[in-house]
């Protein structure tokens, strides 16, 4: 069955870009994503990226996606003390109404 | 502004009680979901569903069952709490559409604790 991994915990000095990464299985993910969560609230949609693109940049953010590795990862430049947060790696294996396959989420914690 | 709202933040229930989450989307969204979220394990999947009145079992349906007669509003039913079942539940909602990128919108959540 599908599945998605990512490491539970990363630390960055503020300033300094992060780095979340991010594994899955099935081959036939159309979409990828990734949720943040802050504390004490639900998951917000961050940013996403269609299986036929290697790289997605928004901002401070930048998506890349290896598809021959299935990996994923999160690049958050000059990372701020609220960037401190759980994120979520998900995919979806085909559009309409199919559940998303999220990870178990990376706690982000930013020291100033 | 979108919305999903659930009924309570916390609630503190004794084992056996039976248990009502409510949650309500103000986005006419087709889907909705139910997770709960433990340290360490993520986000599981309960239950589902695509219209009303449908239903479907995600990944950990069981000492739960789920109710959809309005579109708007979902509910998740626990028949008799158990001290396993203390979590943070969480609501979502989404519209299916091919070539969408089927965001799912969350609710805060609610801190559930069973006695």
């Known amino acids: 069955g599908e599945d998605v991994e990512q490491s539970l915990f990363l630390s960055v000095r503020e300033g300094d870009s992060s780095v979340i990464n991010c594994t899955y299985t099935?081959?036939?993910?159309?979409?990828l994503y990734w949720y943040k969560q802050e504390p004490g609230a639900g998951l917000q949609l961050l940013t996403y990226?269609?299986?036929?693109?290697d790289m997605k940049q928004d901002q401070r953010l930048t998506v890349l996606l290896n598809k021959k590795d299935k990996h994923l990862s999160l690049r958050i430049a000059d990372t701020q003390t609220g960037d401190s947060a759980i994120y979520f790696c998900?995919?979806?294996?085909?559009?309409?109404?199919?559940?998303?396959?999220f990870g178990k989420g990376t706690r982000l914690s930013v020291i100033a | 502004d979108v919305k999903v709202t659930q009924s309570s933040r916390y609630l503190v229930k004794r084992t056996g009680e039976k248990v009502f989450l409510e949650c309500v989307q103000d986005m006419d969204h087709e889907n909705m979901f139910w997770y709960r979220q433990d340290p360490g394990l993520g986000l599981r999947l309960i239950y589902f569903?695509?219209?009303?009145?449908?239903?479907e079992k995600g990944d950990i349906p069981e000492g739960y069952s789920v109710s959809r007669e309005k579109k708007e509003r979902f509910s998740l039913i626990l028949e008799s709490a158990s001290t396993n079942q203390t979590s943070m539940y969480l609501c979502a909602s989404s519209q299916p559409g091919t070539g969408s990128y089927n965001e799912q919108f969350f609710g805060p959540g609610t801190r559930l604790t069973v006695l």
């Open positions: 998900a995919e979806i294996l085909k559009s309409g109404n199919t559940p998303l396959v």
């Open positions: 569903s695509y219209d009303v009145k449908m239903k």
């Open positions: 990226i269609f299986s036929n693109m």
């Open positions: 099935d081959s036939s993910s159309t979409y």
